[in-house]
């Protein structure tokens, strides 16, 4: 919820397309962390992790989907 909401101030600063690739970018870098959590600080380590994937998806799933509908000529649509 928090990244859909975050999209129009994120877009209206960087634009569309930086917008679109950093959110891809966020949404994609927590995984590295997964195979390197252990010990007692692994459960934050991971919930950081996929809050901040989530954060990542939600927003750049929203322009993802925006780019597509601009993208596809009405004819098609219909």
């Known amino acids: 919820m928090l990244g859909a ?3 129009q101030p994120l877009v209206r ?5 930086p917008a ?3 959110t891809m970018l966020v ?3 927590p995984l590295i962390a997964i195979p390197l959590a252990s010990g007692p600080a692994a459960p934050i380590v991971l919930a ?3 809050f901040v994937e989530g954060f990542g998806i939600a927003v750049s799933g ?3 989907v925006t780019l597509r509908l601009v993208a596809v000529p009405a004819a098609v649509v219909e």
């Not at 600063?13 to 397309?17: A, K, S, V, Y």
């Open 5 to 7: 909401l975050a999209t």
């Open 27 to 29: 949404a994609s870098t």
């Open 13 to 17: 600063r960087l634009g569309f397309g």
């Open 20 to 22: 679109l690739i950093a």
């Open 62 to 64: 929203s322009q993802a």
């Open 48 to 50: 950081v992790a996929y």
